[in-house]
C-alpha cells in the first residue's frame, strides 16, 4: 500500500439553472491509501455533480412498512417542544452498501403529538382527522467526470398530516423516507441515512401544528475518494412538504 496524495478536502457549489432539477454540494475528499499494483481512471472514479429532481408517482410507488400492515408503534419519545412530542427513530439507515433498507425492525416512524396540559403525551387513539397517506419522490444521481451517472436512486418521503386532539391543532404520524430503484456503479459504495433535525410548533399554544425537519445524508465511496452530501426538507401538520436546498 502506498500514499496517493495528501488529504485533501474539495467543497463543490453548484446549482442547476433547471426549475424542477437541483445540484446538491458536496465534499469530496482524497483517500489516503490505494494498491499501487492497481491503476485506476481518475475522472470514472471522480464525482462531478449530484443532481435531485422530484419524479411523478405511478404504479412503483414504494410506501414506507407501516402502510404495510406493519406493527405500528410508536417508538420511544426523541424530541419534546413546547406543546409537541416527537416519537419513532431518531436516525435511521435507508441505503447500506449500496442496497435499500427495508425491513420490518427498520425503525419506527416519525410522530409529531400533542403534550397535555399535564404534560403526558395524548392518547393516539383519541385522536382523530389524519389524512390518507401523503407521498412525495425524489430521484438522485451521483454523476463522475465523465458525466456518467455511476449512482443512483430514488426516496420517498411518506407521512400522514391533519390529525386532531380534543377537536384542535394538526399533528403529524407515519413520516419516513425509504429508498428504491438503487444502482451503484463497479468501484463505487453507497449508505444514506435519514435524522430527525428538529420539530416546531407553526401555530399558537392553543392551536399547535406540528412541523418536522428531516436530513437525508449521503456518503459515496470510489477506491480514490469519499464523497458526502446532504439535503433536507421540512413537513407539516397541515400537508406542505419543502424542501430545504
Do not use: C
Not at 45 to 62: A, K, N, P, Y
Not at 191 to 200: H, M, R
Request: net charge negative; glycine share 8%; proline share 3%.
Amino acid at each position: 500500500m502506498k500514499k496517493l496524495l495528501g488529504a485533501t478536502l474539495i467543497t463543490l457549489f453548484a446549482f442547476s439553472s433547471s426549475a424542477a432539477m437541483h445540484s446538491l454540494p458536496f465534499t469530496q475528499t482524497d483517500l489516503e491509501y490505494v494498491d499501487e499494483s492497481k491503476t485506476y481512471d481518475v475522472d470514472y472514479h471522480t464525482i462531478s455533480e449530484i443532481t435531485v429532481e422530484e419524479v411523478e408517482i405511478g404504479d412503483e410507488l414504494v410506501w414506507a412498512p407501516q402502510y404495510k400492515g406493519f406493527d405500528k408503534n410508536l417508538g420511544e419519545i426523541i424530541m419534546v417542544v413546547d406543546k409537541l412530542i416527537a416519537l419513532g427513530k431518531k436516525i435511521w439507515t435507508i441505503v447500506e452498501a449500496g442496497k435499500p433498507v427495508v425491513t420490518v425492525d427498520m425503525g419506527k416512524p416519525i410522530s409529531v403529538l400533542p403534550k397535555t396540559d399535564s404534560g403526558q403525551l395524548a392518547a393516539f387513539y383519541d385522536m382523530d382527522s389524519w389524512s390518507m397517506p401523503m407521498a412525495r419522490t425524489y430521484k438522485v444521481s451521483f454523476k463522475n467526470g465523465f458525466g456518467s451517472s455511476v449512482i443512483g436512486f430514488d426516496y420517498t418521503v411518506n407521512f400522514q398530516w391533519g390529525g386532531r386532539y380534543e377537536n384542535k391543532g394538526a399533528y403529524l404520524t407515519g413520516l419516513n423516507v425509504q429508498a428504491s430503484n438503487v444502482s451503484v456503479s463497479w468501484g463505487f459504495n453507497f449508505d444514506a441515512s435519514s435524522e430527525l433535525v428538529s420539530i416546531v410548533n407553526h401555530g399558537s399554544r392553543d392551536n399547535p401544528v406540528a412541523g418536522a425537519a428531516v436530513r437525508v445524508k449521503y456518503t459515496a465511496k470510489s477506491v480514490l475518494r469519499e464523497i458526502k452530501t446532504s439535503e433536507s426538507f421540512h413537513v407539516t401538520g397541515n400537508g406542505q412538504i419543502q424542501k430545504l436546498y
